[in-house]
């Protein structure tokens, strides 16, 4: 395994507005070391997501290279990079995309069982995870019937589980109130800390200052970047 967790090299990603194209991310380069924990910030629109869901392999790049753990996800298969998001990438995405129909527990523990964990195993590691995060009582409730920060805690449980992963959050303490979200800070860097290494993208400088390193896009531009160091 190389030291670098995520490269991206000179990518360009443009979206179709209408008759125009906005350009999301302008030729960026990017890396990320194994164990460092990164916030993205910058303005509306800046293309923060984009930087996001290009690391995650949701969206592809009109040009350039997305490298996870050494594999390029631009010139692997869809079937190859839907397993590599499926077993090194944890997302929190800023809707939860929790699944309705399944309970807590169940939306925690399903990406494991599509690993080919055992069910009994998978739940018992999903119910120690959302006991990290205060939630072993919610974990036969539908989504419906759990609060925004609640939703949004099980979003990030789900994300956690798994060793060494690749933790892509897109303001995860966006649902959250202050303290739930010093909490959610805590447990990602401690993550971190032991062996994980993460994005977040957040508005909230106090929350960056939970990152080794911050890195400000504008215009689809990484523009500034800052170090802890
Ligand atoms: N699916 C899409 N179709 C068209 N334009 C898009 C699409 N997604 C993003 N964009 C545009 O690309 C640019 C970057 O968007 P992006 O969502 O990455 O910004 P952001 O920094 O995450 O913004 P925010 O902080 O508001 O979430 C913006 O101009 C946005 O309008």
Redesign the pocket.
């Known amino acids: 395994m190389t030291d670098i967790a995520l490269q991206l090299v000179d990518v360009l990603k443009t979206?179709?507005?209408g008759a125009q194209k906005?350009v999301?991310?302008d030729r960026v380069d990017f890396t990320l070391e194994r164990g460092e924990l990164v916030a993205i910030m910058?303005?509306?629109?800046?293309?923060?997501?984009?930087?996001?869901?290009m690391a995650g392999g949701l969206d592809s790049p009109d040009s350039g290279d997305v490298i996870v753990n050494g594999q390029n996800l631009v010139t692997m298969s869809v079937a190859d990079r839907a397993e590599v998001r499926r077993t090194q990438i944890g997302y929190v995405f800023?809707d939860y995309n929790l699944i309705p129909t399944l309970t807590v527990a169940e939306n925690v523990s399903l990406p494991l069982e599509l690993d080919g964990v055992k069910e009994a195993v998978a739940r018992e590691q999903a119910l120690k995870g959302l006991a990290e995060l205060g939630l072993e009582s919610l974990a036969d409730r539908f989504p419906a019937e759990v609060s925004r920060g609640q939703a949004q805690r099980t979003a990030i449980a789900r994300a956690l589980l798994g060793e060494g992963r690749l933790l892509l959050a897109?303001?995860p303490t966006g649902a959250l109130d202050s303290n739930s979200s010093e909490e959610v800070m805590m447990l990602l860097r401690d993550r971190v800390d032991h062996g994980a290494t993460g994005i977040i993208?957040t508005?909230e400088s106090r929350y960056a200052g939970w990152a080794d390193r911050v890195v400000f896009?504008r215009d689809?531009a990484i523009v500034d970047s800052t170090s802890e160091a």
């Open positions: 979206h179709d507005s906005v999301a991310l910058g303005p509306s629109g800046s293309g923060k997501s984009t930087l996001l869901n800023q897109d303001e993208v508005h896009l689809g």
